[in-house]
């Protein structure tokens, strides 16, 4: 180890947040409203309004979201799902939670994300809906997923749990992922995203049918909200026609999102940033390869990933970047190696598990300066070299 390396201790991620997030959570706590109410509803009609969607719902987190955008698909026993396993867990248990089966198709390396031409070959008449995912806020390839899944009748949920602030090229314009490109997009507010509410996550669609479902499911399937009972200059006996659940948002966490959400322009440009730069810097350091974003996508950045050389053991790497103090994490993982989802006859899915294999995710946040990412690709130059 380097002189320098014990100068720097650089984590992987670190969220921007600071006195406006502490003000503005002083608004609910002062009111007495501290659970789902106007921070919420103001926190949905401001990401709608970002996105370009028509409908906004806050939930507890990106995976009650997806739960909830499968449930209001019809998705029930003995149907299938498509979608990928190379992505958090989460992906695929939403489809479990719902005693469906998630069916597994390979990523395109390049992006990491759902390779459009593995998906007419998995359609089945069991299959319900496609599940893709815009992996660390690249965009994935939606024209040709919704080309396919239209042939098909086959609607489409966006798992946009890392793309927020991240946009797509549709019909000649520059359009946010979010606006539901598909029939659902779903995102997560966790820490490790681009924005945070602590934790936290969002629906949007242009449908109302969808929208008035999201609503009516995340709150126990109560008839009346609490809002309108709570104002209401008569009383109000609210029913409970649907089995729903209990996934709703705080108003001290949407107060926190939005003073989060008008940061997010200057996150994602930090992030932008920080990206072209990692492209530079580590574009001379042989047998590495970098990610690629293609022309009609940009992403956020929420994490950067590189793909080792074949030679080098992934686990040694990451060890000698912690061991110069920087903080790095394996590849996105699969699902199909877990125990739940592991099977006699296994999987074919080549370069989801290269990807967990063979990449690691190095450190990447607004606040990181020149400095900062100048040693880590040191740090990463030395390992490797």
Not at 68 to 72: D, E, I, K
Not at 126 to 141: E, F, K, N, S, Y
Not at 352 to 358: C, L, V
């Given at each position: 180890m380097t002189t320098a390396a014990k100068q720097m201790t650089i984590p992987l991620t670190r969220p921007l947040v600071g006195e406006a997030e502490a003000e503005a959570s002083r608004r609910p706590i002062m009111s007495g409203w501290l659970t789902q109410g106007p921070e919420v509803a103001a926190f949905e009609q401001e990401f709608a309004a970002y996105t370009g969607a028509t409908y906004a719902t806050a939930v507890s987190n990106c995976t009650t979201a997806l739960h909830?955008?499968?449930?209001?698909l019809g998705v029930a026993p003995g149907d299938e799902v498509i979608t990928v396993s190379h992505s958090y867990v989460a992906t695929a248990n939403v489809v479990r939670y719902c005693h469906a089966t998630p069916v597994f198709v390979d990523i395109e390396p390049a992006t990491s994300n759902l390779d459009p031409t593995k998906i007419a070959a998995a359609i089945t008449p069991?299959?319900?809906?496609?599940?893709?995912?815009?992996?660390?806020?690249?965009?994935?390839?939606l024209a040709a997923i919704l080309t396919i899944a239209q042939e098909h009748g086959v609607p489409v949920i966006e798992d946009a749990a890392c793309a927020s602030g991240?946009?797509?090229?549709?019909q000649g314009k520059w359009q946010k992922i979010g606006q539901a490109h598909g029939d659902i997009a779903c995102f997560s507010f966790h820490p490790r995203k681009v924005i945070t509410t602590g934790d936290g996550g969002m629906i949007t669609t242009n449908n109302p049918e969808y929208n008035a479902q999201f609503r009516l499911?995340?709150?126990h399937g109560m008839s009346v909200n609490d809002r309108v009972r709570h104002s209401a200059n008569q009383v109000i006996f609210e029913e409970h026609a649907v089995i729903g659940y209990n996934y709703r948002m705080t108003d001290v966490q949407a107060a926190i999102g939005r003073e989060q959400l008008k940061r997010l322009p200057t996150i994602v440009a930090a992030r932008r940033r920080l990206g072209a730069r990692y492209q530079q810097l580590l574009a001379a350091?042989?047998?590495?390869?970098?990610?690629?974003?293609?022309?009609?996508?940009?992403?956020?950045?929420?994490?950067?990933?590189?793909?080792?050389?074949?030679?080098?053991?992934?686990?040694?790497v990451m060890q000698g970047m912690l061991d110069r103090g920087v903080a790095t994490r394996r590849g996105i993982m699969c699902a199909h190696r877990e125990k739940p989802y592991q099977r006699d006859d296994g999987y074919d899915l080549p370069e989801?598990?290269?990807?967990?294999?063979?990449n690691i995710i190095l450190p990447m946040y607004?606040?990181?300066?020149?400095?900062?990412?100048?040693?880590?690709?040191?740090?990463?130059?030395?390992?490797?070299?």
């Open positions: 909830l955008a499968l449930l209001t069991q299959t319900r809906a496609i599940l893709c995912v815009h992996q660390m806020g690249m965009p994935c390839d991240s946009e797509i090229l549709w499911l995340r709150q350091i042989p047998g590495l390869t970098l990610p690629h974003e293609p022309s009609w996508a940009r992403t956020n950045w929420q994490s950067f990933w590189v793909r080792l050389p074949d030679h080098l053991d992934q686990r040694e989801s598990e290269r990807a967990q294999d063979r607004p606040q990181m300066t020149d400095e900062e990412q100048e040693y880590v690709v040191a740090m990463l130059t030395e390992v490797l070299l």
